[in-house]
């Protein structure tokens, strides 16, 4: 099983780029059409389960918008941590 | 999800600032800003920086990175630089330029600085126009290409040949690392910022002048959605602007990226 991510986009600094969009692996991201940011744009957000946290759409999106996080894989195999 | 469970796999670099840009949507002058700011983070050199900021888009680059700026008139950020380097030997000190700024107006200014092996890096913004003015031919505009001062396309025969600034800047002696990069997928800006991190290190060593020549995009001057502008500036831009390493002094091929 692939590992699960997960993404935050701040509305003070996405721009509806969509750069992300086109990047993401698992397409699993998308503006979010229902709401709009203090500038007036549609902001990224996840729209299905599947992100990885592979971390691709942080790279490509030009104003440092997206946190990524992923499960510890290292808690799954329940291995402690420093081990 | 249990949040004890999670990693942080990217968060915003502590040296961009907490402002939103003025840059267009999708441009990549964006994305070479997050490198830079990373790469400083992570070598942790954030209080030992001074930037110079340069005229074009990235004017205002000194509100967006956490760190001490100041700014150049027009091209004149490689002269600005030596100053400021030779006064604290043992500060970082970057230059950000566009085309139009280090290609056209300081021509003169980037060469010499390279010429005379100043201990500084530059990084250098290729998107073959004056952004900031309104998409105007600059001197990397290519054959053909269309801008507000070159209605019908490039003409080579009475507006020139496109010039490749990374190839011309290595045939200098005082050049240590000098290299074209590009921001248009994640593989190649996983490359740039390599490179960047590889021109901090060679300063810091006191290898002389470094350079990492990025191409980028300008959706809004070149009228096409951010998206088609990456695949513009493959199709179009690498072709003319080859990526790759174009002086790489023995002594930095000896620096392990
Ligand atoms: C001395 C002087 N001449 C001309 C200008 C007008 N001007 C401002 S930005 C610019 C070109 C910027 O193009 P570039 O360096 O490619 O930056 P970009 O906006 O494309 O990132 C020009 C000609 C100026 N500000 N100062
Ligand atoms: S790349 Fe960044 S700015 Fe563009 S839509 Fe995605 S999160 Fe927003
Ligand atoms: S972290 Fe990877 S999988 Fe998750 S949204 Fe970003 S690009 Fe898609
Ligand atoms: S005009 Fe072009 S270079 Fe300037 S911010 Fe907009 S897209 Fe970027
Ligand atoms: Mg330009």
Redesign the pocket.
Known sequence: MPPKGRIIVSDLYCKGCELCVGACPQAVIALNPDRITAKGYHPASLFKDGCTGCGICAIVCPDAAITVYREDLRARRAIPVGA | MDTQEEVIVYARPDSLTKTNTHYCPGCT?GVAHHLIAEVIDEMGLRERTIGVA??????FAYNYMNFDFVQA??GRAPAMATGVKRVFPDKVVLTY??????A??GMAEIVHAAARGENISVFF?N?A?????GG?M?PTTLPGQKTTSSPSGRDVETQGYPIRASELLATLDGASYVVRRSLHDPKNIRLAKKAIRTAFEVQLRGLGFSMVELLST?PTNWEMTPQNSLKWLEEHMIPYYPLGDYKVNPAVAEIKG
């Not at chain 2, 340069?54 to 004017?59: E, K, L, M, R």
């Not at chain 2, 126009?129 to 003015?133: A, E, L, P, Q, V």
């Open positions: 002058h340069s005229v074009g888009c990235s004017v008139p027009h330029q566009g085309d139009g700024d280090l056209s107006i913004l998107n126009n004056y952004g900031m003015t105007q600059a300008c």
